[in-house]
């Protein structure tokens, strides 16, 4: 199975910080935001990994992320993103370097110290998606359960919602996902959404879902930026 960083975007909601870089090599305690996502990814067994990134300062990966040994990659390759398509969009990218195989995506701004291992090793068609309580449930993709736990329906960003049960950053899916992508269309911003893509697998009856152990949180807006640097940092000095 082969790892798939989504690491593009213009990063604009952390305007100024991301005029000198891109938000995913902005600190975390002590190191860049793209080491939680490889170490996620490396941690389960995934060393095969693709980052796809974007917008001016893409180059600066190179000079952070070298060649991947040192983080425990064995074989790091890159696809740059054109254009803010969003992030079925850029997981397009990775289709001729996931050759068919499964992949385990990841959002270059989740930090997190959930161990994904198990999820991976018995995960065979269809979709899994990482689910995580959270206070804040209308930044994100939003799920609602039938009276077996079963996922019943996706709601983006929704004003009112149904669950505290969030959608995080974090798939598994079958090489079926490619040509879902190509069947969406363009969301009212113009962008491939993601959940229209666990829709259609849920349509199909194969998404499958597990919580996230320990601690999650996307680094995408200033507080949680904070949120996440203070956790690390309080876990590394306890």
Not at 60 to 72: A, D, E, P
Request: charged fraction near 25%; hydrophobic fraction near 35%.
């Amino acid at each position: 199975m082969k790892g798939v960083i989504l690491a593009g975007g213009l990063g604009t909601r952390l305007y100024p910080l991301t005029h000198a870089t891109n938000k995913h090599l902005l600190p975390v305690y002590d190191r860049p935001m793209i080491f939680y996502p490889i170490e996620t990814l490396v941690k389960a067994g995934i060393t095969d990994i693709m980052i796809v990134v974007g917008g001016p300062h893409a180059g600066h990966f190179l000079r952070v992320l070298r060649n991947g040994k040192h983080l425990g990659i064995k074989n790091l390759s890159f696809a740059y993103q054109e254009r803010e398509g969003g992030i079925a969009d850029a997981l397009s990218l990775a289709e001729d370097y996931a050759d068919n195989e499964n992949v385990v995506v990841i959002l270059g701004d989740n930090c997190t110290d959930a161990d994904i291992s198990d999820d991976v090793k018995e995960f065979s068609d269809g979709a899994k998606i990482f689910l995580k309580k959270v206070i804040d449930p209308h930044r994100f993709g939003v799920t609602t359960f039938d009276s077996d736990g079963k996922i019943i329906e996706i709601t983006e960003k929704p004003r009112t919602p149904k669950s505290s049960y969030a959608v995080t950053g974090l798939y598994i899916y079958d090489n079926t996902v490619f040509d879902k992508i190509k069947n969406i269309k363009p969301s009212k911003r113009g962008e491939l959404e993601i959940t229209d893509v666990n829709k259609l697998y849920l349509r199909e009856g194969k998404l499958s879902w597990s919580e996230l152990k320990g601690y999650w949180r996307d680094a995408g807006t200033f507080d949680t930026l904070f949120e996440v640097n203070s956790y690390w940092f309080q876990k590394k000095n306890s």
